[in-house]
């Protein structure tokens, strides 16, 4: 397999699709997408958070590459890596939510159609507070014998 998911999409459209996404999962900490292009946009956000972690002007210039809005990349700078300072991995979650049928059924106002009857699944993509996060380091953790 290579290193990436195809996504039924040519590589321009799936590299500004990943693109959008992980600019608004860093912008609003988190974003509703289907499991695929969660797992993906988890896969570059944290690539984008370990350049940043970083913090040299490579690292700077190479996330300005990737990402569309230069205001999150300053927040990436500025705010989020240093949240993550002491942590390897492990900057975002994913979360499997109601089928979107269900949602459909539940909230008012969405648009008719789509994919309503195909069993998808919603699922959330979101930066977790660092503060409620056990440390990753392996002192903390029961050692299985």
Same mark, same amino acid.
């Given at each position: 397999? $290579?290193?990436?998911?195809? %996504?039924?999409?040519?590589?321009?459209?799936?590299?500004a699709? +990943?693109r959008?996404?992980?600019t608004?999962? /860093?912008?609003? =900490?988190?974003?509703?997408?289907t499991?695929?292009?969660?797992?993906?946009?988890?896969?570059?956000?944290?690539?984008?958070?370990?350049?940043?972690?970083?913090?040299?002007?490579h690292?700077?210039?190479?996330? %300005?590459? &990737? +990402?569309?809005?230069?205001?999150?990349?300053?927040?990436? &700078?500025?705010?989020?890596?240093?949240?993550y300072?002491?942590?390897?991995?492990?900057?975002?979650?994913? %979360?499997? +939510?109601?089928?979107?049928?269900?949602l459909?059924?539940?909230? $008012?106002? /969405?648009?008719?159609?789509?994919?309503?009857?195909d069993?998808?699944?919603?699922?959330?993509?979101?930066?977790?507070?660092?503060?409620? %996060?056990?440390?990753?380091? =392996?002192?903390?953790?029961?050692?299985?014998?």
């Amino acid at each position: 397999m $290579p290193g990436y998911r195809k %996504l039924g999409r040519d590589s321009a459209h799936r590299k500004a699709m +990943l693109r959008n996404l992980v600019t608004d999962l /860093l912008r609003e =900490g988190r974003i509703s997408t289907t499991d695929t292009r969660a797992k993906e946009a988890g896969r570059m956000t944290e690539k984008m958070i370990t350049l940043a972690k970083r913090g040299d002007l490579h690292a700077r210039r190479q996330v %300005l590459g &990737f +990402l569309y809005d230069e205001t999150v990349v300053s927040k990436l &700078f500025e705010e989020i890596a240093p949240e993550y300072a002491d942590r390897n991995g492990g900057y975002t979650r994913i %979360l499997k +939510l109601c089928p979107l049928r269900r949602l459909r059924q539940r909230v $008012p106002g /969405l648009p008719p159609g789509g994919r309503s009857q195909d069993g998808l699944y919603l699922y959330r993509c979101h930066r977790p507070d660092p503060d409620l %996060l056990l440390p990753r380091n =392996g002192s903390d953790r029961k050692s299985v014998v």
